[in-house]
């Protein structure tokens, strides 16, 4: 293909005659657009904003508290909440599980920071959290069936957030950025405003800012806000958040809703998914989505499964079922069975397995380590390796009586073929 048979038009790139669709990942497409924040899959289903909004901060509450408990870094934790927010925009509260994403978040953010956690120790992390808040004793959790079946679904629910989000989990954390736009403004030697932007920052990834804002709009607000709680004065002619590309109003929108979280009025988490069980059974009750029906942008729901793996067929698809009989009659095949055992009904053995039989029927006692222990190690080394030697001389003669044992049986199977062909002809 020529250098000139590449064009590259705006749908997509075209190589020779076909046309194939163009695949950009970059960071701008982690904001999403506004009408597509005004009306989330939820809001859709007919689940309440104030509903949805109070979910979405349970969820990334339970990530950040099960990320202290695990001791990932707050990079990972940070991550874990954000993917979090994104997958409830692509998918319904309705219809997935919080506690299953949330834990699925988890697992995925600690090895896109490089700080890999197991299965079973999130599922540890997040029944002891359970259990904390329900006032129950805090006890692992069992290994049976429900913990096979809950593995089950948080990998599943790992995998469906993997697919929704495209694969593109990179996230761009303004923690760095605060404390470079904070040196730029010559305020990094003042420790509580450095902290104050820190923790709401914190308190932000509980929003979908990220999902609105660019990181670095996000550290400008959080500076803005903390400047304005401990009244320091920063400069004005020109604003200095103008020099990092920010505009006052988007700085004030992100500021609204961080105070908006300290005003909300904490509802539990059991009351939330009980308004998630109203919604979802009204759904069901309307005939919008049947049994084993596919959900909005065509994926399956994450419903508790009977396994793990998949059923597997009794028979293999690459086999086909003949219905014509053995080329053997069923009484040759008996005669031939006779022939190759002895009389007394019993196949040949080796020695080995002979040996083998008698050692299980009588067990050797073990011996104390006072005795083996007296043994000096060059000794020690004599005596094994000349039980080695013994063993593979054992071995040799084992093989050699099997391959004579063994001829006149294959022997015979090539009689009974030929004397079959020779019936057939």
């Keep these: ?214 990181a670095e709009t996000v550290a400008c607000a959080c500076i803005y806000l903390s400047a304005r709680l401990l009244q320091i004065p920063l400069p004005d002619q020109p604003p200095w958040f103008q020099l990092f590309g920010a505009l006052e109003e988007d700085l004030k929108n992100i500021c609204r809703r961080i105070l908006r979280l300290y005003c909300l009025l904490p509802a539990s988490f059991n009351s939330l998914l009980q308004q998630v069980d109203q919604c979802c059974k009204a759904l069901d009750a309307k005939g919008r989505f049947g049994a084993g029906a596919l959900l909005a942008m065509g994926t399956p729901t994450i419903d508790t499964p009977s396994s793990f793996s998949p059923a597997s067929k009794a028979v293999s698809p690459a086999v086909t079922n003949h219905s014509q009989k053995s080329p053997m009659s069923q009484v040759a095949l008996k005669n031939a069975c006779r022939k190759l055992t002895n009389g007394e009904g019993k196949t040949k053995v080796s020695r080995s397995a002979e040996r083998r039989e008698t050692v299980h029927t009588h067990p050797k006692r073990r011996r104390s380590r006072s005795v083996s222990s007296s043994r000096s190690p060059i000794h020690q080394k004599k005596y094994t390796s000349h039980r080695e030697k013994e063993r593979g001389k054992d071995r040799a003669r084992d093989r050699d009586r099997e391959r004579r044992e063994q001829f006149p049986e294959a022997y015979m199977v090539l009689l009974y073929g030929f004397l079959w062909v020779f019936s057939r002809s």
């Design 1 to 214: 293909m020529a250098a000139g048979d590449l064009r590259i038009p705006g749908e997509g790139i075209l190589i020779g005659d076909k046309l194939y669709s163009k695949v950009s990942l970059t960071l701008d497409y982690c904001q999403l657009p506004p009408e597509r924040l005004q009306n989330s899959p939820s809001a859709e289903h007919g689940l309440c904003a104030d509903t949805e909004e109070q979910l979405r901060m349970r969820g990334c509450e339970m990530i950040q508290a099960a990320g202290i408990l695990l001791r990932l870094p707050q990079v990972a934790m940070a991550t874990g909440q954000i993917l979090f927010q994104r997958f409830y925009y692509c998918k319904s509260f309705v219809r997935h599980c919080a506690e299953m994403v949330a834990m699925a978040c988890v697992h995925v953010a600690s090895k896109i920071e490089e700080e890999p956690r197991r299965v079973r120790d999130v599922l540890n992390v997040f029944h002891h959290l359970k259990n904390s808040k329900a006032g129950k004793t805090r006890v692992p959790m069992p290994l049976d069936a429900s913990y096979i079946n809950m593995k089950a679904q948080v990998i599943k629910a790992e995998r469906q957030l993997l697919k929704e989000l495209g694969f593109c989990v990179h996230v761009k954390h303004p923690h760095k950025i605060i404390v470079m736009y904070l040196q730029v403004l010559e305020c990094e030697k003042n420790p509580k405003l450095v902290q104050t932007a820190w923790n709401y920052m914190n308190d932000s990834l509980r929003t979908d800012v990220f999902l609105r804002f660019s």
